[in-house]
């Protein structure tokens, strides 16, 4: 059980939401059921239409405003941490940028600067310092003869400062190259796109962070993004509660998760085999869930009756592994889309469609598949209306 501190406003305001229910959610749908997550980010961006504002507004980014609102206050770091259930301080600081501090320690100065030898224009990366958007941090370009002498010179400098506390967290200077299929594709707009699918906090091209193996950093305490990856990795997002990351390692092509991961535990593994597959995957999964009627389940685990069934009826798209469960597939074709996340013990499903008619005649099929029957619902009322046709035709 985890406690999390309330203000009595936003306590009385959950007191309304139960009422007299002694069990069950807090929040519910019009129709009884669980209110989830895309149903709560369907009600805060109504409301925030209706109030007249004009930018995206999601759930976390109220979450962002309450934690940002706090430390401006004057509420000590901790104290937000806990309040946000954020397990590394850090991620709580993420979320106010480069300025927030740590309570009680001397903030490094911003951007970070350096001396290197002149006419040297590699990327040299701070994993946990930042580079400004669209400053080129000067170093030495790899391969050259003067590289080793200089990074050795500024690692025992840095070292030096970190005895001398002047240096937070895991900053340390590596040589990193951002791949080319990341210049090329993920571009300031892309990044926005893909972000709102799932409200991800972008990392690049906004900044440029490269996440390194422990033994290159001399902070105690030490704690990556992509645990147990041997070599350095560009940091592309955040997922919106600091769960996980995604980013590309250096010199490989593929995107990886790293976190707390479902059935994995704390590690990091391959989310998709290119960059250009990671931001179809993002685009395919904004569609499929904000196309039409929306149907979901929260299921047994995918047997291979369900999936045999999806793959004989649709066509496979681009499947990425990782989060939010070990293995995401998707389905597509006679005008519906099919995600799943499927994990150890359980499957969700979203199903949709951009008209009625082949949403209500590819469910009638769902309906014989193992345990989706009661399964399926919506918080669409047209989606409801139409599953409530499917399960009278299909009795």
Known sequence: MVTIPLVPRTARAIGLAIGERTEGPVFLAADGRRLDRHAAGRIVRRTARSSGIGKLVTPHTLRHAF???????????RDVQDAASHADPRTTMRVT??????TGTRPISWPPTWQAPPGNQAACILPGGERPPGRTCPGPAPGDDRAARWIRDRRARLERAWRAGDVQGQTWLVAFEVPAAVERLLTVDVAKEIARTFGDQIVYPQRIVADCPAGSSPAPGFSRRFPGWPGPVLVLSDENQGVC????????????VGGDLLDAGRATMVYATSVADFIAARRWDHRCLNTGPVLQAQAAELDQASLGYLQAELTPAVPTAGWPGSRQYRFEGRGVQVMLWSQVGQCDWWVSASSDAPLRQFTAGLLDLPGLDQALWSNDEEGERLLSEARRLSR
């Open 67 to 77: 934690i940002t609102a706090a430390l401006d206050a004057g509420v000590p770091l």
């Open 97 to 102: 940028g480069p300025a927030a501090t740590w």
């Open 245 to 256: 990351s995604w980013g590309v390692p250096s010199g490989g092509s593929e995107v990886v």
